[in-house]
């Protein structure tokens, strides 16, 4: 079992920056990826962006890059999401996710936390 315990959302005007944090615990040594997902209301759940644990390497959906950057920290156990440029657009609840290695799906997810962009 892994916990994934987001924080770090909030309220922002548009053109502000946030920090999301992800901290994660349990049998974190059979992680392959972190990622994060956001559901804005009425909306499906999508992909934001996605960092593989042992050699780092990063995915974006299109409509956040050159915006987000998503980092980790092995020893910490904890993935970051850092949101610049921020628009209306970008509100929605964040959602951690972890995907163990063999999996061909993301197998655990974060209760969420909420960011809101005003404009």
């Known amino acids: 079992q892994v916990q994934l315990v987001e924080s770090g959302g909030g309220l922002v005007q548009a053109g502000d920056s946030l920090r999301l944090s992800c901290a994660a615990s349990g049998r974190t040594s059979s992680t392959y990826a972190m990622g994060w997902f956001r559901q804005a209301p009425g909306k499906e759940r999508e992909f934001v962006a996605r960092i593989s644990w042992s050699g780092g390497s990063t995915i974006y959906a299109d409509s956040v890059k050159g915006r987000f950057t998503i980092s980790r920290d092995n020893a910490k156990n904890t993935v970051y999401l850092q949101m610049n440029s921020l628009k209306p657009e970008d509100t929605a609840v964040y959602y951690c996710?972890?995907?163990?290695?063999?999996?061909?799906?993301?197998?655990?997810w974060g209760q969420g936390t909420q960011v809101t962009v005003s404009s």
């Open positions: 996710a972890d995907r163990l290695r063999g999996s061909i799906d993301w197998d655990y």
